[in-house]
């Protein structure tokens, strides 16, 4: 009944955002690739049992300060476990896991300089912490609208005094925007004032962003235009997107610049169909994860769903199984604690918002 209940709020959501006009139409190209898939087609048993399995343990392992601590922490790591439990179906304000949801969306907010809107901009996070931010600003936008302000700060773990969600995400699209006009490319690195680029930080920024506009925020399209010629500038002749130069990167960077492209409603560009084609061609030959197996899942997943629908249902069963054979009795991943690929609560949930894509409950996982 939750899950239903779960269901139906987002479906409102979503709904209500249209007849506001937050959601722009898709372009005609982009409507006459629609996907062969519908909302109601049932969920594989293997990939349900998995998901619940995961959601239980980052509901147990969650401290009473809303964060998962481990070798990576902050908020960053704890919107992509939040996201997870968004992802449940559950209702997220009744739900089995609404409590673990609000008591997530306090630590974010706490851990934000209110005068800057910057995510842990006083948590000592070091070179990693646009990553937070970005990565809690997606959370924060998928949380804007399905989850009820009402109760934050007024249960037990509150104090009757913090900022709303819609505020707060407010106030990271502030920054970030502020920090892309001070680059001189429109994209970001590691600090908001940072005049060097990459598409990993920058993909999980413009993510973020991409999410508040979903959600309703406004987000200044030139913020958003220049990203695009920057994903677009960083495309090899082959469609291969770089890290910090053109081409020659890695199937994580060419599958964020196929997500952010999607996301952006930039299907038209010759980049993304360039990209898409090869993110499509190194799925079906197995993929190539290198060291960061849960981080290119995770955008692989997201990619292809949007790029090739096929495609994603066939390496989608490869994934299936693979997590399956992964997944440790307590409910988390084996070799999700690889001090390169997050820690053991950011591994996990990667790995598991890679599986949430069946369940299309996330408005940013909409097609």
Known sequence: MNRSVGMLNRVWS????????????????AAAQAPSI???DPVPRDVREIY??????????????????????GPGVTGMAMMVLLASGEDPNHGAYATNIRRALRSIIRSQDPSTGFYGGNAGMGHASMYHHGFA???????????????????????GTGMSTGKSLELAVRLAVTSAKKNPVGAWRYSPDATDHDTSVSGAILMGLLGARNAGIEVPDETIDRAMDYFA???GSDGRIGYASPGGGSDATTSIGTLVMAIARRKDMPQFSKAAEVIKQSSLGGGNEGGYPNYTRYYRAQALFQADVDAWKEWNSQLIREIKAQRRPDGGIVGAGNGGDGGEFAGTSLS???????????????R
Do not use: H
């Open 233 to 235: 500038s960083m495309t």
């Open 14 to 29: 979503i709904t209500l955002r249209v007849a506001i006009g937050t959601v722009v139409a898709w372009p005609v190209a």
């Open 352 to 366: 598991l918002l890679a599986l949430a894509v069946n369940f299309r409950f996330l408005p940013i996982y909409e």
């Open 137 to 159: 600003m997606l959370a924060m936008a998928e949380a804007y609208g399905t989850v009820d302000d009402r109760r934050l700060w007024s249960e037990e773990g509150g104090d």
């Open 38 to 40: 519908r909302s109601g």
């Open 52 to 73: 619940d399995a995961g959601c239980r343990y980052l509901a147990r392992t969650q401290d009473p300060t809303g964060t998962w601590k481990d070798s990576q922490e």
